[in-house]
């Protein structure tokens, strides 16, 4: 990627999108995700809702700089359909989703190059209709400062356009500021030289 502070990903869940094969009918959709413990909810439903279905295959991947995946084939011939759905995600070049592409046998064989083929496809088809966006990957500091720094601070903060994500004003003050990852160095240093004010990075 240009940008290693930019990824991109879906804003919603896609609609679902129906693709036929030989009688077999292939319902696939494009879910956010957050975390690996989604999907398990996510595919159970579709089981519950295709209750005549005989497989509910799907791939994800999640993270920006290393991240994870996994493609599942639930019964079909191995990598004839998890992988083929993590290939779209790869070429769509999308990151934290989950596709699942559901199967209704229709009577007729495909063979693995048809499955390859009709669970690529649907998966193609549902991140088409998908809304990918770009996300802009940020990184949070918290300053703590007295009163009197309070102008040199929030000047800096409306300069460099910086977001505030929570503040406490007790004793001293107490910020807690949003920054893109690719601004997270100078912004450190910045803050950083100026004394006495603390910065440290939230995990």
């Not at 592409?101 to 048809?114: A, C, D, E, M, P």
């Not at 996300?135 to 309070?150: A, C, D, N, P, W």
Request: charged content about 25%.
């Amino acid at each position: 990627m240009e940008n290693a502070d930019v990824y991109r990903t879906v804003e919603k869940t896609s609609p679902e999108i129906l693709y036929k094969d030989r009688k077999s009918k292939f319902y696939a959709t494009v879910h956010p995700l957050t975390s690996e413990d989604e999907v398990k909810p996510i595919v159970e439903e579709l089981r519950k809702k295709y209750h005549t279905a005989n497989h509910v295959c799907y791939a994800w991947q999640l993270g920006i700089q290393n991240p994870s995946y996994r493609a599942n084939d639930d019964g079909e011939p191995n990598n004839s359909a998890g992988m083929p759905i993590y290939g779209q995600i790869q070429s769509y070049n999308v990151t934290n989703v989950l596709v699942t592409v559901t199967r209704i046998f229709g009577g007729t064989k495909l063979g693995v190059g048809g499955l390859i083929q009709a669970y690529r496809t649907a998966a193609q088809m549902a991140l088409e209709e998908a809304l990918i966006v770009e996300k802009i990957v940020e990184t949070q500091f918290r300053l703590k400062f007295g009163y009197s720094e309070m102008d040199k601070v929030m000047r800096i903060i409306k300069q460099k356009n910086l977001n505030i994500v929570s503040q406490k004003m007790e004793m001293g003050c107490e910020l807690t500021i949003s920054v893109r990852l690719g601004e997270a160095d100078a912004i450190h240093q910045l803050f950083d030289e100026m004394h006495p004010v603390e910065i440290s990075v939230i995990d």
